[in-house]
């Protein structure tokens, strides 16, 4: 593929940047403006964790199979591997920065007789991730409300119906799409905001916590640090392992910073150090934060978990601060988190841009659109809205359902993982590293990441407790494997299936270069990849 002219990178810069000959030769002309700062993007990979809502979200797993040994060494057991995933994603992400990312790398890495499906296989099911992380954030957000009605009513009795529910987290996911459909710089200035507010919260439930929590409450180290409570029914150990789902949710979506990559400076190092940066002190400020619940939590684990309020870390702030200074802090986790589906919703906005830019989805004509105003694309925006929006009806299945989202969130996203990573080092491939390199430690640490991602994805199919029924059985499963024999079928669809036209990433630079002039709306005419592409693969 030969190499576009410097007038024919960019629209929105006359000079090209480093990153925007990065981007050319990667196959994709620049589209967005770059308004992230090497900061910023650290602080969106950061505030995406959103550790102390995160946690709040899924401390029901932790508690109920291991209590306070689970929070604490189950966090210390999960960052090790946590940090290894991170580490490769990295390597990836410095060698090919792109929005597109996984689906990218999965094409360029593979043998060029499996590398249209795969990529279409890794596309989808970072879709999926994307979207399933915006309704569980959002439907742990809605629950977290009514947890706040709860705890402002008397008797803290407050119920809600899935209807009243659901109203909520309508709303809460409507009004996140107004937000994330502002302008690039807007959003890149908002992480400061965002980082703060999630910095605060850590140093709050650490430090203010443990002095505030009344001496009836107050847990010894033998019982914070060594106190293992089994409520699920699960043998001891594997009871243990289903906890681990609280710290890999947490500290999830790595890939967060990578689908920022075109609209970040210095992309090839402020991305894959964002990855890293944000593991490394969100592992370290999480663990604090369940360190000081374990200690403040007191010795009633199963009165925590079964809490009138609908929220073990409400229950725990309830019990220590008092009802006016826990609904306060409590209101501070909450726009926390709206903050957290707010950074979900703008990731996947950009994943999907990227993935409808190459034509793989349904409706890329119209998903693939700059808002000439904005100048982000407004439309996937209010397309992952509306998944997210008929996600949340499996509400009205059941409890077990809707909570299949948080596991299908991270089922989906080893998929998209685990695939490239693999590719790396399975396919014959002219990989090129970027300048974050792990050097001899690439293929350990790799690994190390695949093997423990494919024994968890295998893990969170299992359900909440070893007796269970048809209502109460796991729905990750059922749903992850209902989308994905969806995305399967629209690949081999006879006449109109993508087998028949996908090629993987093309290029969408070529019109520029002949100097014909396009509306930013309007889709541009593409060029397939050849063998040019920045990492390249060749048969095996």
């Known amino acids: 593929m030969a190499a576009p002219s410097a007038s024919a990178i960019s629209k929105l810069h006359p000079q090209p940047s480093a990153d925007e000959a990065t981007l050319a030769k990667l196959g994709y002309k620049q589209e967005f403006r770059r308004e992230f700062t090497p900061l910023e993007v650290a602080g969106l990979a950061f505030s995406f964790v959103g550790v102390v809502p995160s946690i709040a979200s899924v401390l029901f797993y932790a508690i109920p199979n291991g209590g306070p040994v689970a929070m604490v060494w189950g966090w210390v057991f999960a960052c ?129 916590l443990p002095i505030a929590t009344p001496p009836d409450y107050r847990n010894s180290a033998n019982f914070a640090l060594g106190e293992f409570t089994n409520l699920a029914g699960w043998p001891s150990g594997f009871a243990f392992i289903l906890s681990l789902m609280a710290p890999l949710y947490t500290i999830g979506g790595y890939d967060a910073s990578v689908h920022m990559s075109e609209e970040a400076s210095n992309a090839a190092m402020a991305i894959p150090w964002a990855i890293v940066g944000s593991i490394a002190v969100s592992a370290v400020l999480g663990w604090g934060v369940n360190i000081s619940l374990a200690f403040c939590m007191g010795t009633d684990v199963g009165s925590v978990f079964n809490s009138p309020i609908g929220q073990p870390m409400a229950q725990i702030l309830f019990n220590s601060l008092g009802q006016q200074k826990a609904l306060a ?30 034509g793989a989805l349904p409706f890329s004509r119209y998903l693939y659109r700059i808002n000439r105003y904005t100048g982000t694309p407004v439309n996937t925006v209010w397309f992952e809205i509306i998944c997210s929006l008929a996600i949340g009806l499996l509400s009205f299945v059941s409890t077990q359902a809707i909570d ?25 491939n002219d990989f090129k590293p970027g300048p974050f390199y792990l050097g001899k430690l690439s293929f350990p640490v790799s690994v190390i990441a695949v093997v423990w991602m494919s024994f968890m994805s295998f893990v969170f199919f299992f359900p909440a407790t070893p007796e269970t029924t048809a209502q109460e059985m796991n729905y990750t499963v059922v749903v992850l494997g209902g989308f994905m024999f969806l995305a399967i079928s629209w690949y081999y669809l006879p006449v109109y299936g993508g087998v028949h036209w996908y090629t993987g990433p093309i290029s969408n630079y070529t019109p520029a270069i002949r100097g014909e002039n396009e509306d930013e709306d309007s889709i541009s005419e593409r060029k397939e990849h050849d063998a040019d592409i920045y990492v390249s693969a060749v048969d095996v």
């Open 80 to 208: 090790p591997f946590i940090m290894c995933t991170g580490l490769a994603l990295a390597e990836l992400a410095s060698a090919a920065p792109t929005s597109g990312g996984l689906y990218y790398w999965t094409y360029s890495l593979a043998s060029p007789r499996c590398r249209n499906f795969l990529s279409w296989i890794v596309g989808y099911s970072n879709t999926i991730e994307m979207i399933t992380g915006v309704a569980s954030v959002n439907w742990a957000c809605a629950i977290q409300i009514t947890a706040a009605i709860s705890i402002a009513s008397s008797g803290q009795t407050y119920t809600t119906t899935n209807q009243q529910l659901y109203g909520i987290y309508a709303a809460l996911g409507l009004s996140q799409a107004v937000l994330v459909s502002f302008g690039t710089k807007v959003l890149a200035r908002l992480q400061r905001l965002f980082t703060l507010v999630n910095a605060c919260l850590c140093f709050i439930i650490i430090i203010a």
């Open 329 to 358: 802090l409590w209101c501070l986790v909450i726009i926390a988190e709206y903050m957290v589906a707010s950074n979900c919703l703008l990731v996947g906005s950009r994943q999907t841009f990227a993935f409808a830019r190459d």
């Open 404 to 428: 299949a989202v948080f596991t299908i969130a991270i089922t989906a996203s080893y998929i998209a993982y685990i695939t490239p990573i693999t590719n790396r080092f399975v396919f014959q």
